[in-house]
Every structure is written in structure tokens, then in C-alpha cells.
Nanobody, 126 residues
Framework: QVHLVESGGGSVQPGGSLRLSCAAS????????MGWYRQAPGKPRSLVAA???????DYAPSVKGRFTISRDNAWNTVYLRMNALKSEDTAVYYC????????????????????WGQGTQVTVSS
């Protein structure tokens, strides 16, 4: 089982930026796609960005053009750079392992594979 630890959240004003990190334990990281999810109060957890084993990236329409996902296989870490943050980005952010998608695009990713970590809180408010 892979242990996931998210970090980098915080409180920022609208228009600000944050970079989230997710460190994965073990040695299987590079064999899996990775995804960033978020869950706002009263809403289901949803995928916002994903990166395949080959480095292809996909984004939810609500964050495309503002968020950038990247990965460093040497450090078993996936990142989420978030720019131009909006109040609606406020949520707890989580990462998880995914299988590479069978088709191209954000909607093609299947269910996450591991137990969830503790997440990291992002609050966007003036």
C-alpha cells in the first residue's frame, strides 16, 4: 500500500498562487498516473488534474489554464501549481494514484487506487 502525504496548502487572496506537493511512499510511483482531487464542504470529491506515466496532463474545465500538474519520479512527488486562484477553489486537496487512461482526456480516468491521505487545505478569501 502506498502512503500519500499532501502539503503546501494555505490561505491566499483571490488572484494569488500556491504550489501543492504530494509525496508517495514505496517504489511504484513511476508506474502510475497521478491525480489531484479536491473536496469543498458539502460537495463530493472530484478530480481536478491528472498526469500520466508519460507526462500527458489533463484538467477539469474549471481549472484549465490556471493550474499545472507535474511530477518528479526521482522524488516520488507530484505537484500542483495553482495560479489566479478564485474563492471557488477553496477546498481540501488530495492526491492519489491512477491507472493510465484508456482514452485521451480528463473524463477518461478511472477510480483512484489507494486510500486517501490527510489532504491539504486551500482557502481563497479576501
Amino acid at each position: 500500500q502506498v502512503h500519500l502525504v499532501e502539503s503546501g496548502g494555505g490561505s491566499v487572496q483571490p488572484g494569488g498562487s500556491l504550489r501543492l506537493s504530494c509525496a508517495a511512499s514505496g517504489s511504484i510511483f513511476r508506474f502510475y498516473a497521478m491525480g489531484w482531487y479536491r473536496q469543498a464542504p458539502g460537495k463530493p470529491r472530484s478530480l481536478v488534474a491528472a498526469i500520466t506515466t508519460g507526462g500527458t496532463t489533463d484538467y477539469a474545465p474549471s481549472v484549465k489554464g490556471r493550474f499545472t500538474i507535474s511530477r518528479d519520479n526521482a522524488w516520488n512527488t507530484v505537484y500542483l501549481r495553482m495560479n489566479a486562484l478564485k474563492s471557488e477553489d477553496t477546498a481540501v486537496y488530495y492526491c492519489n494514484l491512477l491507472n493510465d487512461p484508456a482514452c485521451s482526456g480528463y473524463v477518461c480516468y478511472s477510480e483512484p487506487l489507494e486510500d486517501w491521505g490527510q489532504g491539504t487545505q486551500v482557502t481563497v478569501s479576501s
